[in-house]
């Protein structure tokens, strides 16, 4: 009896300094506005301190032990397993391995990356003070690994269906409304291909306009051969503007090589 009052206490005790580190760490507001970005009430503040908390952080504050790359460990399968099933859902004629393929592009560092800028994930990362420094230089990777680890979070915290519904919301359905993640990766490949057989100068890449917010941005990019330019492409990031730019360059080689 004294042993289970005894035990009682002492995790009283332990959850009430749990929640003033938590309190340190993410105010009130802070969690108000996290609630309302994973779209349901929070039950373990804990396992999003974690998600959020990158190994920067351990460095220059070692009362805290465990940073985000456990969670970002179950996030990354949680994350595979929604995908996967929607494709499954989305594509009922199509083989293993063009959901293989169209699963990869989904789930790649580039579009998690961008789904973190979608919802302003930056703002909630615990990182040290050196990483803060230069977060918005070399921010991708981090980015990228703290969505994986949310993810996690969200599964342990709220279970699956959640965090199917969080992963459809930023991540899914963005993608499927503009139609990236189907884009033909081997233009590019193509384009060189086409540049070497003409005995042409390889293809040369180049920022035009960058615009919009941060976590919104565009990038419009154009392509030239032998300093001729032969195509333009926009798209939420270079890899995908380079592709489109290198689409509309073999459109306009091929038309010209067609006979007339």
């Known amino acids: 009896m004294i042993l289970s009052w005894l035990l009682n206490k002492l995790k009283k005790r332990g959850a009430e300094k749990s929640n003033k580190k938590i309190a340190k760490l993410l105010t009130p507001q802070r969690f108000s506005e996290l609630e309302a970005l994973v779209g349901f009430s929070i039950k373990n503040r804990s396992f999003f301190i974690q998600a959020l908390m990158h190994r920067s952080f351990l460095e220059q ?6 940073s985000n790359e456990r969670l970002e460990f179950l996030g990354d399968s949680v994350l595979s397993l929604i995908v996967a099933e929607f494709l499954y859902t989305a594509f009922p004629n199509k083989d293993e391995g063009f959901l293989t393929k169209i699963r990869a592009k989904l789930v790649n560092r580039i579009a998690l990356a961008d789904a973190s800028d979608r919802i302003e994930l930056s703002k909630y990362l615990l990182v040290s003070k050196n990483l803060s420094n230069t977060f918005t230089n070399g921010s ?49 490949s193509q384009l ?27 990038f419009t990019i154009n392509v030239s051969i032998n300093n ?23 459109n306009v080689l091929t038309q010209k090589s067609k006979p007339v």
Do not use: W
């Not at 504050?61 to 465990?66: D, F, K, P, Q």
């Not at 949310?150 to 599964?155: D, R, S, V």
């Not at 060189?192 to 005995?199: G, N, P, T, V």
């Open 192 to 218: 060189l291909e086409y540049s070497q057989a003409s005995k042409m100068e390889n293809p040369v890449y180049t920022v035009i306009k960058e615009e919009g917010p941060q976590h919104n941005r565009i």
């Open 228 to 250: 001729v330019d032969y195509g333009v492409g926009t798209g939420r990031n270079k890899k995908s503007a380079e592709q489109k730019a290198a689409q509309a360059a073999m």
């Open 140 to 188: 991708r990777t981090v980015l990228c690994d703290a969505m994986e680890a949310l993810i996690g979070a969200i599964y342990l915290d709220n279970g699956l269906v959640a965090a199917k519904e969080f992963v459809s919301r930023v991540l899914i359905e963005p993608n499927a409304k503009e139609g990236e993640y189907l884009i033909d990766e081997n233009y590019k």
């Open 61 to 66: 504050n070692s009362e805290y032990e465990l």
